[in-house]
């Protein structure tokens, strides 16, 4: 059954759940999700999903404004850049963890150098990769040393370095602290098992925060299979808020009474990534550049953004994401719908024929359903292998099983290719199939200066080489669609980072 049938047969089911149609009685935010979060320890897992839990319940250094992407204090009362390779910041007295210890320096010192090490085994090792290490100055005040200039280290201090309780977490272990993890943050965990995490407001929350005290009680995350659970879910009363559902299913969620759905685009950029060492019959086609070029060619990618993801997705030309700083698009090579052009390069590369392969995918069915069709038209015959997250995460990247797979990369809405084109570019085992050594030492060249020009030129070098390399097909920006309950005021933001401590029962 495809989802728009789906959502005609469960019609019914809504409008009878119209009474149970939100938890505001019980004050309890109902959240479903089918992108399950298998540790929310923030630093062990790479899903957004899991950033999104990580901002209800820990506080960073920094807190970035929503609406203007500004730095602003949280943590840290302020911070100063004292040369290219030092921060010193000065730390907020009185705030508490989740089970009552004070926050001090200890507890930036010892998160920031146990996450940025080398042995740290962090899922993605470039957000803290480029610390050196952190000094105590006194209780209250730190200086972190960073290994290379690094340019965005705010936006990072910001979006993926929350803070670890000391003493807790050296107390419970590693695996303990993910399943009874504790935060300084809006929200305090007080359930995780592997289909529901529930949070509570935090009523000692430190007061003049940035981010405000939640007005709603308690937030219940569950996890579900796929999209169409999900949308059942919405649509049964059974949760108040869903995001990223079909873009097919926008209109009739907004008909339904108790419903109201919205979209924005987001700093996702949907990828094609392409295996060009693999060994297997599958992926040896890949390693020939021109068979890459062929499949850029052969795939309508406008198409599949104006009429699949809609709401105003764009095709990137370049592999990031428009806004962020060094994503040149002037250098990136075009590659236009040109299905006889893919023909002509499958032929000249030794496959008239075309060839039998396989993508492995995590997005929407229906998505890859697409490049597989326009892959197939040119004699590219791919079996289509639909996977959970870390699934595809464990077979593609950890293993290198994939010759093709589809997904997506949020850059942990960092406004700066320095969240980008290390993670597919950088050499990274598990995300860089690419592993070209030119490229490599571009991208971090582009990371190791505070020069801005310098930067742009590295950035725009890498950029071009891998379009004309063909390495990584960047498809479609993401427009994020999001169904909720008409009695939850819930405002989202560019940065696909909803922000449920601001939400509040209208």
Not at 16 to 40: F, G, H, M, Y
Not at 302 to 319: E, F, K, Y
Not at 338 to 360: S, V
Request: glycine share 8%.
């Amino acid at each position: 059954m495809n989802l728009k049938s789906l959502l005609t047969l469960t019609l019914g089911m809504a409008v009878a759940a119209l009474p149970a149609a939100a938890q505001k009685s019980a004050d309890t935010l109902r959240i479903v999700e089918r992108n399950a979060v298998t540790n929310v320890d923030p630093y062990y897992n790479q899903l957004r999903s899991g950033l999104v839990l990580a901002h209800q319940a820990w506080d960073g250094l920094v807190y970035r404004d929503p609406d203007t992407f500004q730095p602003k204090p949280l943590l840290a009362t302020e911070w100063k850049i004292v040369d290219d390779l030092t921060i010193e910041f000065k730390l907020r007295q009185g705030v508490k963890f989740h089970n009552g210890d004070p926050f001090t320096a200890d507890d930036v010192v010892y998160t920031l150098n146990t996450v940025s090490a080398a042995d740290s085994k962090v899922s993605t090792p470039s957000n803290s990769n480029w610390i050196d290490k952190v000094e105590k100055i006194d209780d209250f005040a730190v200086r972190v040393k960073l290994k290379k200039p690094t340019p965005a280290a705010l936006e990072y201090f910001a979006m993926v370095l929350p803070i670890y309780p000391k003493a807790y977490r050296e107390k419970v272990g590693a695996e303990g602290y993910a399943k009874a993890p504790v935060g300084a943050g809006p929200y305090k965990i007080t359930k995780v098992d592997a289909g529901q995490v529930d949070f509570v407001r935090f009523d000692d929350y430190w007061a003049g925060s940035p981010r405000g005290k939640p007005a709603i009680g308690k937030l219940q995350v569950r996890f579900v299979p796929d999209a169409a659970t999900e949308m059942t879910e919405l649509l049964a009363g059974r949760a108040d808020f869903i995001w990223g559902f079909n873009p097919d299913q926008f209109d009739g969620v907004n008909r339904m009474p108790p419903l109201k759905a919205s979209r924005q685009e987001s700093m996702r950029v949907g990828f094609l990534r392409l295996e060009t060492g693999g060994t297997s019959d599958a992926a040896k086609p890949l390693a020939n550049v021109k068979v890459r070029q062929a499949i850029f060619h052969a795939i309508d990618r406008q198409q599949i953004a104006d009429l699949l993801v809609q709401g105003g997705s764009r095709v990137p030309a370049a592999p990031c994401f428009p806004s962020q700083f060094g994503c040149d698009a002037d250098a990136a090579v075009r590659y236009p719908y040109d299905p006889a052009k893919a023909k002509a390069l499958l032929a000249e590369a030794g496959y008239p024929n075309g060839f039998e392969t396989e993508i492995a995918s995590y997005v929407l069915p229906q998505w890859g359903a697409s490049v597989q069709a326009f892959l197939g038209a040119v004699g590219i015959k791919a079996k289509l292998t639909q996977l959970q997250v870390q699934a595809l995460i464990q077979r593609c990247g950890i293993k290198g099983e994939c010759p093709m797979d589809l997904g997506s990369w949020g850059s942990y809405s960092i406004n700066d290719v320095s969240a980008m084109l290390p993670v597919y570019f950088g050499g990274q085992p598990a995300t860089d199939h690419a592993r070209d050594p030119e490229i490599i030492k571009l991208v971090e060249a582009g990371g190791t200066t505070m020069d801005p020009e310098k930067r742009k030129v590295a950035y725009s070098t890498a950029i071009k080489l891998a379009m004309e390399r063909a390495y990584w097909v960047p498809l479609h920006t993401y427009v994020t669609t999001y169904g909720m309950s008409k009695t939850l005021d819930l405002k989202t933001q560019a940065d696909e980072l909803p922000r449920f401590w601001l939400a509040k029962w209208q």
